[in-house]
């Protein structure tokens, strides 16, 4: 867990270093870090992290944070995926002021730094075809052997890369390598390749390029040309280091960045790559990228996760330098915790059972006051009608009670929340199918506002809807899209697709929500008294009726985990 309780102390091993080179007097002691993502899919979870921790160093340093695209892949990105990043950057309260950038903005530039490596003989057109270069490049245990292209001359090589930017060539025809080293114990280092021919038009460039710089040579001259100082990226980029420092080291620019890394996160029950988001999406496994069942920001979001929420999830993972796997109940946990502060109290009756007062005056309709929400006074309390003929759940009655149920049954007397205790005199069942379609009952009118006073005790307290004024509503419960905790371990012919949890939406109609739902906008985010964290979709909600996506339980088993480790001596 991260340590925060001390502001000097850093709390990652990031800041550590940060701290370090602020000392040193390193990067006239600015801090400048960026979010680069590829405009390739939504963003998730897992660049959640990301963008807390550059945008995060930034405001605690006082530096700058930069927004960058990376769109140096024409074939797999869009304009939707740009859009939707910004909004999710912005939603998550973070802010790049006019500091927005794009790869593709530099692609002249960088044209003209290959170039340059060329000219010094750093680089060279290689025309052996992709499984050649591949053959080529050796293994682990064994060095690699040169292209039979590797030493064209300086002017030879000039041409043919102006040649292949002038769209004379087929892809896969040439490609433009470093010139670094076919036997270097990294692999990454042995002849790289920076550009490749893509005959596909780019969301922003359209048709003017038909060559692409590759990661490795864009992502280090785009941190140099915007002087970043830390560029922070994930683990699993650890050996493109010494390529991130080879390139800056052959080309000398005015801004000498460098490369640090920090462990992705990793969530179980649930996969965080674009690459499988994106076939779950095209499969139509979930409804969208914004399906509240998705690990993306925009499906937290439309799920009812706050930005806090997220933010303080990151907080507490903290920033390592190990990879490991969150337990997903601990986001879930950080979302209970934040939605119990600000989610206002309602009722709302899921699986509606009706009950009939029989003691009740027949057409009267009375005001109760319920409380908004015991964790904060200041939201205030409410009304609730109360009248003859109400909903609770049908999970709420048994006609055979088990021992320890202490709901509803035949002779039994429980307390309606706010309302008056009311006893079971009969439940009436449908004639052919014996299902229970209506209980009778009787209240007791002293014991308005849910206290009996002679002091009589009941042992349960039950949720309802008055009838008369119900709102129809539909309800979505989620559930872990995944059965599986690791649902991405390679299990002999099968993939992470056949660990679907058939079973993560049901959708219930005819729910009955109190009248003071009336006026809740889409987005808006309550706690269903007994039920959980529910939120208002804003996609497919209609003023006739309001659909509600629960956020999360009321169960909360990331704290007793916790309980259960505290009582452990260790
Ligand atoms: P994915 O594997 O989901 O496709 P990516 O790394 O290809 O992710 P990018 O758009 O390149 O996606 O990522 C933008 C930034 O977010 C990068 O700096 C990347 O390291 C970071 N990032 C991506 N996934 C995670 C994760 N699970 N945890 C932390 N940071 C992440
Ligand atoms: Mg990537």
Known sequence: MADTSDPRTPSNFIKAVIEEDLKAGKHQGRVATRFPPEPNGYLHIGHAKSICLNFGLAQAYGGTCNLRFDDTNPAKEDVEYVDS??????WLGFDWQDREYYASDYFEQLYGLAVRL??????????????????????????????????????????????????????????????????????????????????????????????????????????????ITHSLCTLEFENNRALYDWVLDQLDLPCRPHQYEFARLNLNYTVLSKRKLIQLVQQGVVGGWDDPRMPTISGLRRRGYTPEAIRNFCERIGVA?????????????????????????????????????????????????????????????????????????????????????????????????????????????????????????????????GNAPDGRKVKATLHWVSAGQAIDAQVRLYDRLFVKPDPDEKVEGK???????????????????????????????????????????????????????????????????EAAEQKQPN
């Open 321 to 449: 330098k190990a990879n490991s796997i969150v337990d997903i109940a601990l986001l879930e946990h950080t979302v209970r915790e934040d939605l119990n502060r600000r989610a206002p109290r309602r009722m709302a009756v899921l699986r509606p059972l009706r009950v009939v007062i029989e003691n009740y005056p027949q057409g009267g309709v009375e005001a109760l006051e319920a409380v908004n929400n015991p964790e904060d006074p200041g939201m205030g309390t409410r009304t609730v009608p109360f009248s003859r003929i109400i909903y609770i759940e049908q999970e709420d009655f048994r006609e055979d009670p088990p021992k320890k149920y202490f709901r509803l049954a035949p002779g039994r007397e429980v307390r309606l929340r706010y309302a008056y205790f009311i006893t079971c005199r009969e439940a009436i069942k449908d004639t052919t199918t014996g299902e229970i379609v209506e209980l009778r009952c009787t209240y007791d009118p002293a014991t308005r506002g």
């Open 495 to 561: 993939t992470f697709l056949d660990f679907i949890n058939t079973n993560s939406l049901e959708t219930l109609d005819g729910c009955k929500l109190e009248p003071a739902f009336a006026d809740t906008a889409p987005g808006a985010i309550y706690q269903f008294e007994r039920l959980g964290y529910f939120c208002m979709d804003g996609k497919d909600s209609t003023p006739a009726r309001p659909v509600f996506n629960r956020s999360v339980t009321l169960k909360d088993t990331w704290a007793r985990i």
């Open 85 to 90: 990043i910004k909004e999710d950057v912005r």
């Open 118 to 227: 060329i000219r010094d003989g750093k680089a060279y057109v290689d025309s052996l075809s992709s499984e050649e270069i591949r053959e080529y490049r050796g293994t682990l245990t064994e060095a690699g052997r040169e292209s039979p292209f590797r030493h064209r001359s300086v002017e030879e090589n000039l041409d043919l890369f102006q040649r292949m930017r002038d769209g004379q060539f087929e892809e896969g025809d040439h490609v433009l390598r470093a010139k670094i080293d076919m036997a270097h114990p990294n692999v990454l280092m042995r002849d790289p390749t920076l550009y490749r021919i893509r005959r596909a038009p780019h969301h922003r460039t359209g048709e003017r390029w038909c060559i692409y710089p590759m990661y490795d040579f864009t992502h280090c001259i785009s941190d140099a040309i915007e002087c």
